[in-house]
T-cell receptor
Framework: DAGVIQSPRHEVTEMGQEVTLRCKPI?????LFWYRQTMMRGLELLIYFNNNVPIDDSGMPEDRFSAKMPNASFSTLKIQPSEPRDSAVYFC??????????????FGSGTQLSVL | AQKITQTQPGMFVQEKEAVTLDCTYD???????LFWYKQPSSGEMIFLIYQGSYDEQNATEGRYSLNFQKARKSANLVISASQLGDSAMYFCAMRDLYSSASKIIFGSGTRLSIRP
């Protein structure tokens, strides 16, 4: 089991550039979550998918952020245009989902994003 | 709406002592799950322990136990015989178990530092 795989591990970009973060969930998991972690705001849930369908994107900060899950094995989080305040660690996590189940989240290693 | 509160931003504990990390939650759901995660300085998120709202016994996993008081809506993590390697951020999290696809929200975390 390779775990949740995120890329890149580190991204440094200039303000105004487009940034794309990638995530491969654990095979067989049907839910995927994107979190953002900062010192000021802690771990914020941005969006989550179930069976490739976005369920709740109320945490997405603004229209500059978008996320897709074209298939069960891949998701992207895109920021366009990026701003310095987007600098954070972005985590992807996956789990299996069944009603009444207590499946825990498996996290990727995160992407450290720095927008200059 | 669901909410998780961790009121201890930081704690210092002497090695080999027991430590309790506080977590209170707010939810209108009848069926929910509570999780604790550890985040060492390396950044990865490590699952520690889970408690279901209908579980009659408090959860235990090795040196970790969860002091679950449903009426008070608290789910404190107890670490017995603390070790230097326990120094890390600790996050309490919650999810609704009624839905087949539910989000997991996190508290703001507690930074635990173990003194030798």
């Amino acid at each position: 089991d390779a775990g949740v795989i995120q890329s890149p591990r580190h991204e440094v970009t200039e303000m105004g550039q487009e940034v794309t973060l990638r995530c491969k969930p654990i095979s067989g998991h049907n839910s995927l979550f994107w979190y953002r972690q900062t010192m000021m705001r802690g771990l914020e849930l941005l969006i989550y998918f179930n069976n490739n369908v976005p369920i709740d994107d109320s945490g997405m900060p603004e229209d500059r952020f978008s996320a897709k899950m074209p298939n069960a094995s891949f998701s992207t989080l895109k920021i366009q245009p990026s701003e310095p305040r987007d600098s954070a660690v972005y985590f992807c996590a996956s789990s299996t989902e069944k009603q009444g189940s207590h499946e825990k989240l498996f996290f990727g290693s995160g992407t450290q994003l720095s927008v200059l | 709406a669901q909410k998780i509160t961790q009121t201890q931003p930081g704690m210092f504990v002497q090695e080999k002592e027991a430590v309790t990390l506080d977590c209170t939650y707010d939810t209108s759901d009848q069926s929910y799950g509570l999780f604790w995660y550890k985040q060492p300085s390396s950044g990865e998120m490590i699952f520690l322990i889970y408690q279901g709202s209908y579980d009659e016994q408090n959860a235990t996993e090795g040196r970790y136990s969860l002091n679950f008081q449903k009426a008070r809506k608290s789910a404190n993590l107890v670490i017995s015989a603390s070790q230097l390697g326990d120094s890390a951020m600790y996050f309490c999290a919650m999810r609704d178990l009624y839905s087949s696809a539910s989000k997991i929200i996190f508290g703001s975390g507690t930074r635990l530092s173990i003194r030798p």
